[in-house]
């Protein structure tokens, strides 16, 4: 019975929980424990010193091959995102921003956005978008994010400096317009007026009803994209959480300041 | 010595013979002759076997079995109309307003082809016209066992001589059909395609075939270029999935002129595609490229050979290979630069993806250089998909078939990429885009 009563309470106002959840990547548990729920409407970031498991908790949620959830469970608007595929996961609104997007030769940025996009689309029981309307929202989206229209057309980050690919990152974003976005490190490298940018993308997509997972090291972004939580990882698990007030303490006293030990596995 | 298979079996000779007084032209004094001596030389000298070099990675073992056992009582072709017509319409390229030429089960077929003409075009068939033919096949040049076997029992082919200074608008298809009538028989074909001095024309050569019979497909093709001349060979090889499929092309390049060859391995449980090419004048090129693509009981041979005997010529070879759970490939590369042949370019890259760990590619790249002022390149590998590309579109939203035909399309592209005709370049991509969806050879 409380199974279901639980299902229910999902179905209202929480799109991930995440409870208890172990990962091992190459044969070392890097998280011990990670508990996080997220509303809807809701940005949350996630801070935390190198090594602490930031990207092995995004590459976990999403599915990555080689990070093994040994414990816990993971809840995406009441369906459990354990069982399903990495594209299922992605299907059902899930978007991972890459720390380092991949580059792909070969496979041009506009091929693959359209093959995206029919995918999910066809996983959620729609039509295909036509190779007109693709193009007209595909243009749109990077106008918007003031990407050169010459760069839909080259190869998938080929070439695109690291301030590109970022940019690069958003327009996917903005095309397959998802209800959770977890972005890893997506500002690291980045100059202000990329980091703008990317916060523009951020914010475009904020809605009641959908979420963000912001993951971060540093506060900056945070200035641009202002969270509604902050939490701090360390050693594997969630040691603080807080308000964006606990965005600047850490700011101000860093990790140690705050009693929390850089590389503390 | 290298080793032989030999065909022990005397049934074998005994049933050759019978089935040669049936073939066309078997009246003509000058092909009797020549059939003749043909299979005297390819019974007494064996199917090469698997110590001899060329043939390292296909051992022509089976076909010892496969000769004891053809059949040469081939059905009328009236019989298979309705699945002939069905297969030459899966591989007819639409939107190519060229002639067209079709053989059916190794036999020309008037119903279903627009034979090329007009000024400066001469065009005939083996079965109608051997006498055409006969100074291509009856050269001094000591030829393969397997070319002789060819030689002395060919039923039929295509003879396209054209004149010096004509340039063919449109592309000449030539499409080969099996049907499901065809188990345990050979379609043994000869091609003879001359251009003269500064003459132009593309060839696109389609082999398509039924499932579930085994069958041998065997062209042999010989392309004689004239001074500037310019010809551009195209290659769709979708045989049924039991087939066994072997070309061999010797092609003869003189000054300043152009033989260009791009074809894709999709069919066939063995392949062979042998080219060999030699230059007779200078600042004369020839570019090869080519894709196959196998899994389950597949294996393709690419053969190359290229003859750099004259100064300043180029040569370009690019082939790709993708390669799933149980196919198999071979590429053996040979440039052979002669001591006077200063000045030559040759490149050569093969590449090859497997996308299994019970797949596997063989490389065997040979430069023979003699010439001390040359520029002459060689790249082989053998690769795995990567990773990080694949979990980056399937957190896309692709699914793992999806996004792995997207990377091997991207891994493909590059054979296709610079081809000009559109059509063309859009029919390469098309037919190896539903490669992995299909899991079959169309």
Known sequence: MKEVLDKTTFKENVMLEIKNLHVVVEDKEILKG?????????????MGPNGAGKSTLSYAICGKD?????????????????DMDPHERAGEGLFLGFQYPVEIPGVSNMNFLRTA?????????????SAVDFLKLIRARAKELDMDPEMLKRSVNVGFSGGEKKRNEMVQMAV?????AI?????????????????????????????????THYQRLLDYVVPDFVHVLANGRIVKSGTKDLALQLEAKGYAGLGIAENAA | MPLKLYLDNPEIGTKFDAARAGLPGAD??????????????????GLPGPKVEEWKYTNLGFLVEFLANENFSARQVTECQAEAKALFEAAYIDNIAGPTVVFVNGHFNGGLSTCPGGAGVKFAVFSENPDVFRQGLTGSEPVSPLNELNRAMARDGYHLDVDAGVTLAQPIQIIHVATSGTEQQSQRMRAQIRLGAGAKARLIESFIGASGVRYWSHLISDVDLAKGAELAHFQFQRQGKQAIHMTEQHSIVAEKAKFSHMSLQLGAEISRTE????????????????AYLGRGRQAHDITTRINHDQPNCQSNQLFRGVLDEGGKSAFQGKVVVAQDAQKTNADQSNKNLLLSRKAEANIKPELLIYADDVKCTHGATVGELDSDQLFYLLSRGMDEITAKSLLVEAFLAEVFDEETDEILRQKFKEKTAGWLNTGGTS
């Open chain 1, 183 to 215: 972005l890893d490190e997506t500002d690291s490298g980045l100059d202000i007026d990329a980091l703008r940018i990317v916060a523009d993308g951020i914010n475009r997509l904020r809605g009641p009803d959908r979420a963000a997972l912001i993951i």
């Open chain 1, 117 to 129: 996009l029919n995918s999910q689309r066809r996983y959620q029981g729609e039509d295909e978008v």
């Open chain 1, 176 to 180: 397959l317009a998802p209800s959770m």
């Open chain 1, 66 to 82: 080689g990070y093994e959830v040994t414990k816990g469970s993971v809840f995406y608007n009441g369906k459990d995102l354990l």
């Open chain 2, 275 to 290: 080219l060999v090419n030699s230059f007779t004048g200078e600042n004369a090129e020839v570019e090869l490229r080519g």
């Open chain 2, 28 to 45: 003509k004094d000058w092909l009797s002759a020549l059939r003749r001596g043909a299979m005297g030389k390819f019974i007494d000298r």
């Open chain 1, 34 to 46: 990670v508990n996080l729920t997220i509303k809807n409407g809701e940005v949350h970031a996630i």
